[in-house]
């Protein structure tokens, strides 16, 4: 026979090509795509939390307003703005990956502040302990570095939340006839703090310039 030499390299690469597909392609793509929709759907529904906890956390600071807690009501404020910038930077993220965010807001159950703030606790703690490094564990295994951010920038922010909640309900008594107190919350990350005493923030590493004040 006169079959030129380069068939057998050919034929080989085609060999080689379609073991790749039905051996790996199908099964590893089958599966990079199931993991890429599970980051998705988890960034949508940090997106929604984020978004019913912003709505919440002003109907919250309204009650406190109304039962004289003011300094509650400005960290209730700072909290929903922080909240606001989680919800923009997953949305962002979502948006990156193909998704469409997408939000149901819940109308608030809004109780007395003592309660309230038990219920937020609660809600910032279950983000802090579980679902965010939840999320984070998935987005590390499919690589999704923007979305490894923007989880860490929340969970940061919910353990900070979680502590001015609880310092807040713990001296829930002082705090009645209190005014509006100034908040600081960083633009990028989401920080909450009630003192500026760095020049960068310590989640994000942006400068404090970012940093907005709501009281
Ligand atoms: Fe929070
Ligand atoms: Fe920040």
Redesign the pocket.
Known sequence: MTTPRFIRPAALALFVAAIAVVGFGLPGGEAAAAATGKTLDNLNAAFNGESN?HARYLAFATKAGEEGYGEVASLFRA?AR??EIHAANHATVIKKLGGVPKADIQAPDVKSTKENLEAAIKG?SY?RDTMYPEFLVQARKEGLRDAIETFNFAKS??AE?ATLYTAALANLGALKGSQAKPYFVCTVCGNTTPQMNFEKCPVCFNGKDKYIQVS
């Open positions: 906890a909290a922080a909240e910032e983000e922010a919910e939340h």
